[in-house]
């Protein structure tokens, strides 16, 4: 499951909250301040907000979340491991390998989601 099916799940005001708070907005660039995100609330305070934050369904949102923002490490640590490998490190070529390794294992199982989701229609067309 990813973030965005997540958060449509949410109350609308508690989606709005988590975009704030992990900047989730389709627009990067949008920062909102503390007193910005209270309006748009319509609260006076985050306490409502904060208390939810010990709950389970923002444990499990943060789970998703994190989740999210590993593939974006893991292309990072590739990127940085491939440069090192390319010029010899031997230490960067064992960690290449594994890699390569765990991301075929990510790859058949995203081979095996993808190809279940090819029978969902969304009703789109393209």
Same mark, same amino acid.
């Given at each position: 499951?990813?973030?965005?099916?997540?958060?449509?799940?949410?109350?609308?005001?508690? =989606?709005?909250?988590?975009?704030?708070? !992990?900047?989730?907005?389709?627009?990067?660039?949008?920062?909102?301040?503390?007193?910005?995100?209270?309006?748009?609330?319509?609260?006076?305070?985050?306490?409502?907000?904060?208390?939810?934050?010990?709950?389970?369904?923002?444990?499990?949102?943060?789970?998703?979340?994190?989740?999210?923002?590993?593939?974006?490490?893991?292309?990072?640590?590739?990127?940085?491991?491939?440069?090192?490998?390319?010029?010899?490190?031997?230490?960067?070529?064992?960690?290449?390998?594994?890699?390569? =390794? @765990?991301?075929?294992?990510?790859?058949?199982?995203? @081979?095996?989601? !993808?190809?279940?989701?090819?029978?969902?229609?969304?009703?789109? @067309?393209?």
């Amino acid at each position: 499951m990813d973030i965005h099916r997540v958060l449509q799940q949410l109350p609308p005001k508690k =989606r709005i909250y988590l975009k704030w708070k !992990f900047n989730l907005w389709f627009d990067q660039e949008k920062k909102l301040t503390e007193q910005e995100i209270l309006q748009q609330l319509g609260v006076k305070t985050l306490n409502g907000y904060i208390r939810w934050e010990k709950s389970e369904d923002y444990k499990h949102f943060v789970s998703v979340y994190l989740a999210s923002k590993s593939a974006q490490d893991m292309l990072n640590i590739y990127e940085t491991v491939k440069d090192k490998a390319s010029k010899g490190d031997m230490k960067a070529i064992d960690m290449m390998l594994k890699l390569q =390794r @765990e991301i075929n294992a990510h790859k058949k199982a995203a @081979e095996e989601y !993808f190809a279940g989701a090819e029978d969902d229609d969304d009703g789109l @067309e393209l």
